[in-house]
């Protein structure tokens, strides 16, 4: 089970469900999707939405949609891949986000 870590301490009512085959998210709950799956809902004019980024996947493909990304989950899956880090960085410059304020 994952968990999150605030200054505040654990987060306990994370409302952000991964979206899988077998997971949805629930009435009560957000959707964080694959980058493809989020490319399609944001392309038809869907907002609010959670993008999971995993290590392969190109970042930059999500520069038209960002005004309509609630959350990015960046996956770690192994301690010595760094591609993970790079996604971040990208996703926090200016090239990227171009000063929105939910990446700093």
């Known amino acids: 089970m994952t968990q999150i870590w605030k200054e505040t301490g654990f987060v306990t009512d994370d409302p952000w469900v991964v ?7 629930g009435s009560n709950e957000k959707a964080i ?4 799956a989020f ?16 290590p392969a996947d190109d970042v930059t493909r999500l520069q038209p949609f960002l005004e309509q990304v ?8 192994a301690f010595n891949d760094g591609r993970a880090f790079s996604h ?16 700093r």
């Open 39 to 54: 490319l399609e809902k944001a392309s038809s004019g869907d907002s609010g939405l959670g993008v999971l980024v995993n």
């Open 70 to 77: 609630s959350l990015i989950a960046v996956a770690f899956p």
């Open 19 to 25: 979206e899988t085959e077998e997971t949805k998210a």
């Open 88 to 103: 971040a960085s990208l996703l926090r410059s200016s090239r990227l986000r171009q000063g929105n304020p939910c990446c």
């Open 33 to 36: 999707l694959g980058i493809d």
